[in-house]
């Protein structure tokens, strides 16, 4: 089976007054991971019902042996989690899953609601979206 890389998926619980707290934190992390050359994709998400909870995705181009023995112990992630994990309302939870890749990967170019009829992704307000008929 020819591999597609692995998929770092991570959730974080904080009290939603310290968000901007935590970014402050992460952001630096985000810039040196982003930097790697094994790192292919990486996302965050902030829930909207709760907004104290994070979540990112990261794909990589490498083994799970590798991204715990090597990735992990950076010593900007060591910096990231003495600053950050006080505000952690609990353990963090992470899995490692291999990424299964074409067919089931894709990742579209970016649309923008002038490029037509519900195209939403740029839209400014839900309603905009909605009179388009995209949401």
Not at 52 to 68: A, Y
């Amino acid at each position: 089976m020819v591999s597609h890389g692995i998929s770092l998926q991570v959730t974080v619980h904080i009290d939603p007054k310290d968000t901007t707290e935590f970014f402050q934190h992460f952001k630096p992390l985000y810039d040196q991971v982003v930097a790697e050359p094994e790192l292919r994709f990486f996302e965050v998400y902030q829930s909207a019902e709760v907004p104290g909870t994070i979540s990112w995705v990261e794909h990589w181009d490498c083994t799970k042996e590798w991204l715990f023995k090597v990735q992990l112990n950076k010593q900007y992630f060591k910096d990231y989690q003495a600053k950050a994990d006080h505000l952690l309302l609990k353990p963090r939870d992470a899995i490692v899953v291999n990424r299964v890749g074409p067919p089931y990967s894709v990742w579209k170019d970016k649309s923008t609601p002038e490029k037509g009829p519900g195209s939403c992704i740029g839209a400014s307000v839900r309603s905009e979206c909605m009179d388009k008929g995209g949401w």
